[in-house]
């Protein structure tokens, strides 16, 4: 009955088809095909109603091709975003060492900096000290002068 769902199950029984009743589900337990049949009622194809469904020992549901076809379009779509969300954590982790190493640049150019300038400065000394010992002056008995 199309219009209120109702599935009627004759099986073959010393060769006389015998009416069976559905379970309390409303379906029918095929023992050939370890399977249960029934009615379903939703839509599909753009129409609401009755559509004859399969369903597993266990009470699943079994899927249409268009649903499986669907089930896999959104199964790709959940491991395309997955796999996007990993490159974009993996491009966020190069960045983020890419950024250590500029810092670690910097660090090691400043302190080339210091260096160089502390060794000016040595230079400098070095120099001043020879120009006061080429006056006659010696660098270690300068005077203090304070004011």
Do not use: V
């Not at 959104?74 to 810092?103: D, F, G, P, T």
């Amino acid at each position: 009955d199309p219009d209120g769902g109702l599935l009627e199950y004759y099986e073959l029984k010393n060769e006389r088809y015998e009416l069976k009743q559905p379970d309390e589900n409303g379906r029918h337990w095929i023992e050939s095909m370890e399977l249960f049949l029934g009615t379903w009622q939703g839509a599909k194809e753009g129409r609401t109603g009755y559509w004859l469904r399969w369903w597993e020992e266990t009470g699943n549901l079994l899927p249409w091709a268009l649903e499986l076809i669907e089930q896999e379009r959104q199964r790709a779509e959940q491991e395309h975003q997955r796999a996007e969300q990993e490159r974009q954590l993996a491009e966020q982790e190069r960045q983020e060492k890419e950024r250590e190493h500029q810092r670690a640049e910097q660090e090691r150019q400043l302190a080339e900096r210091e260096h160089q300038l502390a060794e000016q400065e040595r230079q400098e000394k070095e120099r001043l000290i020879a120009y006061l010992r080429s006056q006659g002056i010696d660098p270690n008995n300068l005077p203090n002068h304070t004011e």
